[in-house]
């Protein structure tokens, strides 16, 4: 029997908190990380927290949850807000859901190719706009550590966003159809849908190889990135998250004041070396 294991985590009232504070330090003057605490949480959600003051330059910000589920993930949904956004002129902030995919029997190297599909929140500079997009990395490395690669932007949502409504919670999604062979993109009320067959016009790799019967599932993940920021800029990012659904079921509601490591996966790409 699998032993489940949990996480108390320390944020005001926050119960999940993958945040960083790197702070000026040190005999270096570069930036330091510690962990921000506060009284025990209470509050029914997670998030995904980003502070940074004087970024030593050193690495993109990723935060990731990785969901555990062994079995292949088809749709991956969760209500979601924004706050806390301070970023630097044309830096972004990234909050997403995503299903990620590599082609079978692939050899890494310079042919290694993950497919990111992915409901995209991005904040650049004051602004903020909702994307479906699906990006393809094409180096290992990057593909590991959460690189963008090439990204296609299909139809952006109409919904008209700004700092101060994206903290309204609204319920994200990202899926696939194997019915229909297209993938679906929510946010609120919106939705937008990808067919697959458009895509061999776009990507290289889906020349090469047809989707799904050519794809292995990877994984499914929720992730914040920061990206675009100069060495000594201050920024950050809080992605608040709760009611988390894995293939239409229920997955966590995030109500008990721990994080179950039985149901996720916790990376930071800043604490790896």
């Not at 899926?175 to 993938?183: L, M, P, T, V, Y």
């Not at 989707?211 to 100069?230: G, L, Q, S, V, Y």
């Not at 809080?238 to 916790?266: K, M, P, Q, R």
């Amino acid at each position: 029997m699998k032993k489940t294991v949990l996480r108390q985590i320390l944020y005001l009232s926050v119960l999940l908190v993958t945040g960083l504070l790197a702070a000026c330090g040190g005999g270096s003057g570069g930036s330091s990380a510690k962990d921000n605490s506060g009284s025990a949480a209470t509050a029914e959600e997670a998030a995904l927290v980003t502070e940074v003051i004087n970024y030593d330059g050193s690495t993109d910000y990723t935060k990731q949850l990785v969901v555990t589920d062994s079995d292949e993930v088809s749709s991956l949904a969760a209500d979601v807000s924004l706050s806390n956004i301070s970023l630097p002129t044309n830096a972004r902030g990234d909050f997403a859901l995503e299903l990620v995919y590599t082609p079978k029997d692939q050899a890494p190297g310079s042919d290694y190719y993950t497919v990111k599909v992915r409901t995209l929140i991005r904040s650049i500079s004051d602004t903020v706009a909702v994307h479906p997009i699906i990006n393809l990395c094409q180096d290992e490395t990057a593909c590991q550590n959460g690189g963008d690669g090439v990204g296609l932007i299909f139809s952006d949502f109409d919904t008209e966003l700004s700092q101060e409504t994206v903290a309204d919670t609204q319920t994200a999604s990202v899926a696939w159809d194997s019915i229909e062979n297209q993938f679906i993109f929510s946010y609120g009320s919106e939705t937008k849908i990808q067919p697959v067959t458009n895509l061999n016009n776009y990507m290289a790799v889906f020349t090469s190889y047809n989707f799904p019967d050519d794809f292995d599932f990877h994984e499914a993940r929720i992730i914040t990135r920061n990206k675009n920021i100069n060495a000594g800029d201050d920024f950050s990012l809080t992605a608040h998250i709760d009611n988390v659904y894995v293939n239409d079921t229920l997955y966590d509601v995030f109500s008990s004041g721990e994080i179950d490591d039985f149901l996720w996966d916790y990376i930071d790409s800043s604490e790896e070396e």
